[in-house]
C-alpha cells in the first residue's frame, strides 16, 4: 500500500511539473538526435544560446576570436560532435576543453554543432599572401584528397578554409613533432611529406580561403 501511495504521488508531482517520461524512440545521443530528424532551425537556435561560453574564445558565429582557437564556423555537424566526443575521452588533450564539454548535455551537443555548421564562414585573412598560390598546389598535392579540393572538409574531416592560420600552423607542427595533443597517423605521413618548410604557405593559402 505504501509503495502505491508513494508512486501514485510521484506520478501527481511529475504531472504537475511536465515532466514527460523517457520512450525508447527517444534519441538516446548526439549523433541520434540529428539523425533521426532532429536537425531543425528551432534546434540550431538552441545551440545559439547554448553556445554563450564557446562565443568567449570561438566568437559568436564560430569565428574565433584568437589566433590559436580554431574556426568551428563551417565545420560539419557530425565532425564537431566527433572532436567533443575526443576531448571527453582524452584522445584530445586540452585540460580547458575537456571541463567544458562535461557540462553540455548530448541534446547541447547536437544543437551546438548544428548551429555552428549554418554559420557563415569568414576568412581569417582578408588578403592572400604571395605564397598563398604556391600554398595551393601544395595543399592540392598532400592534402586535398581528404580534405576535398575547396578546403571544406566532410563529415569526418574538418573545414580548413578560411582557419586561423595559427591555429593551423600549430596544428600542423604538432602532427610533424607529434607531441601527444593530436594523434593521426596519416596527418602526420601527409605533413612529413608536405615539410615543415612548406608548411606557412599552405596555411596561407587556405587561411585566406572562403
Do not use: W
Not at 46 to 60: I, K
Not at 64 to 88: R, T, W
Not at 126 to 150: T, V
Amino acid at each position: 500500500m505504501i509503495t502505491r501511495y508513494v508512486l501514485a504521488t510521484l506520478a501527481l508531482c511529475a504531472v504537475v511539473l511536465g515532466i514527460q517520461p523517457a520512450t525508447a524512440a527517444e534519441p538516446v545521443d548526439a549523433a541520434q538526435i540529428l539523425q533521426q530528424g532532429a536537425a531543425t532551425p528551432a534546434l540550431a537556435e538552441e545551440g545559439r544560446e547554448a553556445s554563450f561560453f564557446c562565443a568567449n574564445c570561438h566568437g559568436e558565429t564560430g569565428n574565433s576570436k584568437h589566433g590559436e582557437v580554431p574556426n568551428l564556423a563551417g565545420q560539419h555537424p557530425a565532425y564537431v560532435l566527433k572532436q567533443i566526443d575526443a576531448f571527453l575521452t582524452g584522445k584530445r588533450k586540452d585540460e580547458f576543453m575537456q571541463g567544458l564539454m562535461k557540462v553540455l548535455s548530448e541534446r547541447d551537443k547536437a544543437a551546438i554543432s548544428l548551429y555552428y555548421a549554418g554559420a557563415a564562414v569568414k576568412p581569417a585573412l582578408a588578403k592572400a599572401p604571395a605564397s598563398a598560390a604556391r600554398g595551393g598546389e601544395l595543399y592540392a598535392k598532400h592534402c586535398a584528397r581528404c580534405h576535398q579540393a575547396d578546403a571544406r572538409g566532410a563529415e569526418t574531416f574538418p573545414r580548413l578554409a578560411g582557419q586561423q592560420p595559427e591555429y593551423l600552423r600549430l596544428s600542423l607542427k604538432r602532427y610533424l613533432a607529434q607531441s601527444g595533443e593530436r594523434f593521426y597517423a596519416p596527418m602526420t605521413a601527409a605533413v612529413m611529406q608536405l615539410g615543415e618548410q612548406n608548411i606557412d604557405a599552405v596555411v596561407a593559402y587556405l587561411a585566406s580561403k572562403e
